[in-house]
């Protein structure tokens, strides 16, 4: 195609229409230009997308006759190939006819064609070069790869669009057989599966296909939690494996950024009334855990390992399931907006870095963020003319939150007082068995403030590469960010955050907001400290003015322990030691203060800040030490 024919097709398509090529050339000049509506966002999500897309460019070996690196995108942090880069095939294709840039259209075939590398007797593609790593990744590349052909290919030669379509037939098959039940593995893949084998079903009129999504649709319904409609699934060896407290596996980044968001695809192109209202008080406790700025607040959730604030690294975006249900919530809008001016804050070079101070700390991006969260831009702008129209009209729940609402099948608590936002959490249902990785223990796992943003947010109790492929090793000392009580006697390290057994409680009287934890102080495997006090009570109290933090014990302490407080924060943000109590940050938008009536210390580290892959952030290490023959200290933390 010449550039004169793109720039041409660019000026029709650019409304998000999609019709034969053919036909577009053709009458191009007779077409009357409408403008599109939510112009704002629309030019939010085009610029976000046309960046990424340049980002993945600027990394793709296109002048090697190596067919094993021709077309693939090199990864600036990890030293692997990463197998599912041909999902942006889909992101590039949609570029190269928005803009007319011929150079989209070969960045997406380069990346297609390279997939071969990945490709199985069996028609999957692998998670990388191995090819005995996880195929279940097809599903993913398979609806990308659907989507491309459904909206774009027309842009593609008679031969190479046969090809494509035959390659995705094979896909298909595997994942048919791959994932004949929910169940089948984490529930993200069963969740994905309805809409891959709906889209593709109709694509290459397969009935089969389709009968499959429609029994996959049904049977997913029961894997909604009562009352909070939370769902769960994502949990080793089970997706139906209950903790010790009987609570179910759920995590909110990959709800939100893969699950329902799929689901949601197939309700509406069924028009499912019964699964779109379970959708709707779905996403709309989901939303109740989005945080003012788009952040989402998954320090708790089963597979936190991967949190980025901003979501999931390997995930693909929770745009299409926020706006396609917008209609039905208005808020879900606003969170669409929100979500995507955060994934721009955290973008630079034209690559979507894994968390809010990588540029600050000097942690090179996953190249993996990018091309996943560029798909679902691409479907938003391919389908505007039939979105509903998006706005920050209505508020976030928790923007004008007020009080407490505690979530008993995660056993988590969000409270709301003035400008404060947090949440408590003692959740026990562990990803794997063995592995401590989400905060619980009755911690503190986020607390955030309206005008200076987000102050405290946790990590794993101890960092650990889960998904070796899917993950950044953590550079410098592994330093949890989880606030807690910690002691360690004889090598060993023991903290609440590891107490799987807490019990949380809370009231909300004369204007204040109290959570109390009764905890213990345990080890990686579960042991009690028996050495010094093991048993501590938490409170967490927030008032209009003011966060105050209680730790108390009615043993003796006998070995160092301490109150570990580490406020996130860039580097480049000043830190004042007022007074041997008293401890200040100066943010852009207020002075944060944080007092406590034992002395206040700030780890000595190599480096201005700690980082901490999750949530991807910097972090002061602040230590407040039980003083001699004390079994009881106060912070607290407040914003001028």
């Given at each position: 195609?010449?550039?004169?024919?793109?720039?041409?097709?660019?000026?029709?398509?650019?409304?998000?229409?999609?019709?034969?090529?053919?036909?577009?050339?053709?009458?191009?000049?007779?077409?009357?230009?409408?403008?599109?509506?939510?112009?704002?966002?629309?030019?939010?999500?085009?610029?976000?997308?046309?960046?990424?897309?340049?980002?993945?460019?600027?990394?793709?070996?296109?002048?090697?006759?190596?067919?094993?690196?021709?077309?693939?995108?090199?990864?600036?942090?990890?030293?692997?190939?990463?197998?599912?880069?041909?999902?942006?095939?889909?992101?590039?294709?949609?570029?190269?006819?928005?803009?007319?840039?011929?150079?989209?259209?070969?960045?997406?075939?380069?990346?297609?064609?390279?997939?071969?590398?990945?490709?199985?007797?069996?028609?999957?593609?692998?998670?990388?070069?191995?090819?005995?790593?996880?195929?279940?990744i097809t599903v993913f590349g398979a609806i990308s790869l659907a989507e491309t052909l459904h909206y774009h290919g027309d842009l593609l030669d008679i031969n190479r669009r046969k090809q494509w379509t035959d390659r995705l037939e094979k896909a298909a098959d595997f994942v048919y057989e791959k994932f004949p039940s929910i169940d089948a593995t984490n529930v993200n893949y069963g969740a994905t599966t309805i809409y891959a084998l709906n889209l593709i079903g109709k694509m290459l009129n397969k009935p089969a296909y389709i009968s499959r999504s429609k029994e996959l649709a049904n049977e997913i319904k029961p894997y909604f939690t009562n009352p909070n409609h939370f769902l769960y699934g994502e949990i080793k060896p089970s997706a139906h494996k209950l903790s010790a407290k009987k609570l179910p596996g759920i995590d909110l980044g990959y709800n939100v950024e893969e699950s329902l968001n799929n689901i949601v695809l197939y309700a509406v192109h069924e028009n499912d009334q019964e699964l779109l209202e379970l959708l709707d008080k779905s996403l709309s406790t989901h939303l109740e855990f989005?945080?003012?700025?788009?952040?989402?607040?998954?320090?708790?959730?089963?597979?936190?390992?991967?949190?980025?604030?901003?979501?999931?690294?390997?995930?693909?975006?929770?745009?299409?399931?926020?706006?396609?249900?917008?209609?039905?919530?208005?808020?879900?809008?606003?969170?669409?907006?929100?979500?995507?001016?955060?994934?721009?804050?955290?973008?630079?070079?034209?690559?979507?870095?894994?968390?809010?101070?990588?540029?600050?700390?000097?942690?090179?991006?996953?190249?993996?963020?990018?091309?996943?969260?560029?798909?679902?831009?691409?479907?938003?702008?391919?389908?505007?003319?039939?979105?509903?129209?998006?706005?920050?009209?209505?508020?976030?729940?928790?923007?004008?939150?007020?009080?407490?609402?505690?979530?008993?099948?995660?056993?988590?608590?969000?409270?709301?007082?003035?400008?404060?936002?947090?949440?408590?959490?003692?959740?026990?249902?562990?990803?794997?068995?063995?592995?401590?990785?989400?905060?619980?223990?009755?911690?503190?796992?986020?607390?955030?403030?309206?005008?200076?943003?987000?102050?405290?947010?946790?990590?794993?109790?101890?960092?650990?590469?889960?998904?070796?492929?899917?993950?950044?090793?953590?550079?410098?000392?592994?330093?949890?960010?989880?606030?807690?009580?910690?002691?360690?006697?004889?090598?060993?390290?023991?903290?609440?955050?590891?107490?799987?057994?807490?019990?949380?409680?809370?009231?909300?009287?004369?204007?204040?907001?109290?959570?109390?934890?009764?905890?213990?102080?345990?080890?990686?495997?579960?042991?009690?400290?028996?050495?010094?006090?093991?048993?501590?009570?938490?409170?967490?109290?927030?008032?209009?003015?003011?966060?105050?933090?209680?730790?108390?014990?009615?043993?003796?302490?006998?070995?160092?322990?301490?109150?570990?407080?580490?406020?996130?924060?860039?580097?480049?943000?000043?830190?004042?030691?007022?007074?041997?109590?008293?401890?200040?940050?100066?943010?852009?938008?207020?002075?944060?203060?944080?007092?406590?009536?034992?002395?206040?210390?700030?780890?000595?580290?190599?480096?201005?800040?700690?980082?901490?892959?999750?949530?991807?952030?910097?972090?002061?290490?602040?230590?407040?030490?039980?003083?001699?023959?004390?079994?009881?200290?106060?912070?607290?933390?407040?914003?001028?």
């Amino acid at each position: 195609m010449k550039r004169k024919e793109f720039i041409e097709l660019s000026a029709f398509a650019s409304l998000g229409l999609t019709v034969p090529l053919s036909s577009i050339l053709s009458s191009c000049k007779d077409k009357i230009v409408l403008e599109p509506h939510s112009k704002e966002f629309r030019t939010l999500t085009y610029n976000l997308l046309r960046d990424w897309c340049d980002g993945l460019i600027q990394t793709q070996v296109m002048d090697s006759k190596d067919p094993a690196k021709q077309g693939m995108f090199i990864c600036p942090a990890c030293n692997k190939v990463h197998g599912r880069m041909m999902d942006a095939v889909y992101p590039l294709l949609a570029m190269a006819k928005y803009t007319g840039d011929k150079k989209y259209l070969e960045s997406g075939i380069a990346v297609m064609e390279w997939a071969k590398n990945v490709t199985l007797p069996s028609g999957a593609w692998s998670n990388d070069l191995n090819p005995k790593s996880w195929n279940g990744i097809t599903v993913f590349g398979a609806i990308s790869l659907a989507e491309t052909l459904h909206y774009h290919g027309d842009l593609l030669d008679i031969n190479r669009r046969k090809q494509w379509t035959d390659r995705l037939e094979k896909a298909a098959d595997f994942v048919y057989e791959k994932f004949p039940s929910i169940d089948a593995t984490n529930v993200n893949y069963g969740a994905t599966t309805i809409y891959a084998l709906n889209l593709i079903g109709k694509m290459l009129n397969k009935p089969a296909y389709i009968s499959r999504s429609k029994e996959l649709a049904n049977e997913i319904k029961p894997y909604f939690t009562n009352p909070n409609h939370f769902l769960y699934g994502e949990i080793k060896p089970s997706a139906h494996k209950l903790s010790a407290k009987k609570l179910p596996g759920i995590d909110l980044g990959y709800n939100v950024e893969e699950s329902l968001n799929n689901i949601v695809l197939y309700a509406v192109h069924e028009n499912d009334q019964e699964l779109l209202e379970l959708l709707d008080k779905s996403l709309s406790t989901h939303l109740e855990f989005m945080l003012p700025d788009g952040g989402w607040d998954n320090g708790w959730g089963t597979r936190m390992f991967k949190w980025t604030y901003w979501g999931s690294r390997t995930c693909d975006g929770s745009q299409p399931a926020l706006v396609l249900m917008a209609d039905r919530n208005p808020a879900l809008a606003t969170a669409a907006v929100k979500y995507t001016e955060l994934l721009k804050k955290c973008t630079n070079n034209g690559l979507l870095h894994g968390g809010i101070h990588y540029v600050s700390h000097g942690i090179k991006p996953c190249i993996h963020h990018t091309f996943a969260h560029s798909k679902p831009l691409a479907h938003l702008l391919d389908n505007w003319d039939e979105l509903p129209k998006i706005d920050t009209s209505t508020p976030l729940p928790r923007s004008i939150a007020n009080g407490i609402k505690h979530y008993k099948e995660i056993d988590t608590s969000l409270f709301a007082r003035g400008h404060w936002r947090g949440t408590v959490t003692a959740y026990d249902a562990i990803y794997k068995d063995g592995h401590y990785r989400q905060a619980t223990g009755g911690a503190m796992s986020l607390l955030y403030h309206n005008k200076v943003g987000l102050l405290l947010a946790a990590s794993m109790a101890e960092y650990k590469l889960v998904e070796s492929l899917n993950q950044q090793p953590n550079p410098g000392e592994d330093f949890p960010f989880t606030p807690r009580v910690e002691t360690r006697f004889d090598g060993k390290w023991y903290s609440n955050i590891f107490d799987r057994t807490a019990i949380i409680s809370s009231e909300d009287t004369n204007g204040k907001i109290n959570i109390d934890a009764e905890c213990k102080l345990t080890d990686y495997n579960n042991e009690v400290v028996e050495e010094t006090a093991s048993d501590f009570n938490l409170t967490y109290q927030a008032s209009e003015t003011e966060i105050q933090i209680i730790a108390k014990t009615n043993q003796k302490i006998l070995t160092e322990t301490a109150f570990v407080l580490p406020i996130i924060s860039p580097n480049n943000e000043a830190i004042n030691q007022v007074s041997t109590n008293e401890i200040t940050v100066q943010k852009p938008e207020g002075l944060v203060k944080i007092t406590s009536s034992v002395p206040l210390k700030i780890k000595e580290t190599s480096r201005e800040r700690i980082f901490n892959m999750v949530p991807g952030a910097e972090a002061i290490p602040i230590m407040a030490y039980f003083e001699v023959n004390s079994n009881e200290l106060k912070i607290s933390i407040q914003v001028s």
